[in-house]
């Protein structure tokens, strides 16, 4: 019999579903193996920065793995991601890797989840997404 409850057994099963190891899943997350074990198992809790990679890997809504309470585990269908044109224009200027811009336009994304389709449609100027950048700068992977 499983000790798996709630966050643990739906990041097991979502795994599973997917035919994923525990190793893939870390390597995919940037985790350990055996703290991802020791989260399936409900015998460790993941920060909100670590779940929110899990979500990720697994291309699930934190929601989803936090409550199970949603439509299922996809927050929405994969999309590519749209480098909008200020943000690319900035990005050559500054010399900024993909990686970078791709981490800024997910962070935008993240912030951004539960406003209106006004909030999350809107433009920025260079300009804005330069403050924005520097507001989220501390959070941003080193990997530049």
Known sequence: ??????????????????????????????????????????????????????????????????????????????????????LAQLAIDKGWSARRVFQIVGARSDLLARRSDKARHATFTKKEWLDFVSRIEPYLDDGD
């Open 1 to 86: 019999m499983s000790d798996r409850t709630g966050l643990g057994k739906r990041i097991h099963e979502l795994r599973t579903s997917r035919g994923w190891t525990l190793e893939q899943l870390a390597k995919e997350a940037d985790l350990t193996k055996g703290f991802l074990s020791q989260v399936e198992h409900s015998k460790a809790h993941p920060t909100g920065h670590v779940l929110l990679a899990i979500a990720r890997a697994l291309g699930a809504s934190v929601d989803w793995l936090l409550t199970g309470d949603s439509e299922g585990p996809v927050a929405e269908s994969a999309r590519p991601v749209e480098v909008p044109p200020e």
